[in-house]
């Protein structure tokens, strides 16, 4: 079993920045793919970013050139540094684990943009 717990989230006013961080915790060391995504109210859970085990990124268009996806030396953690946010940004932003073919997911935390 693997428990993830996200955190930084907030409020940020349109261009500012927010640093996301994902923990997780139990067992980790069949940790292999890290992700974030987001759901805005009414629409879909969509990704933002993902970064494998060797620490190979991937982003959605939306995400490219203002977001950075990394991780820790432990593999366990995981990090997205977000820039120049939009207020279309807003949303619950989950970590997803991916550990031994088993998906588990984060309580998310919430990132509102707005002046």
């Known amino acids: 079993q693997v428990q993830v717990v996200e955190s930084g989230g907030g409020l940020v006013q349109p261009g500012g920045s927010l640093r996301l961080s994902c923990v997780a915790s139990?067992?980790?060391?069949?940790?292999?793919?890290m992700g974030w995504y987001r759901q805005a109210p009414g629409k879909q859970r969509e990704m933002v970013a993902a970064i494998t085990r060797d620490g190979s990124p991937n982003y959605a268009d939306s995400a490219k050139g203002r977001f950075t996806i990394s991780r820790g030396s432990a593999k366990a953690t995981v990090y997205l540094q977000m820039n120049s946010l939009k207020p279309e940004d807003t949303a619950v932003y989950y970590c997803?684990?991916?550990?031994?073919?088993?998906?588990?997911w984060g309580q998310g935390t919430q990132v509102t943009v707005s002046s």
């Open positions: 139990g067992i980790i060391w069949s940790i292999s793919d």
């Open positions: 997803k684990v991916l550990s031994r073919s088993s998906v588990y």
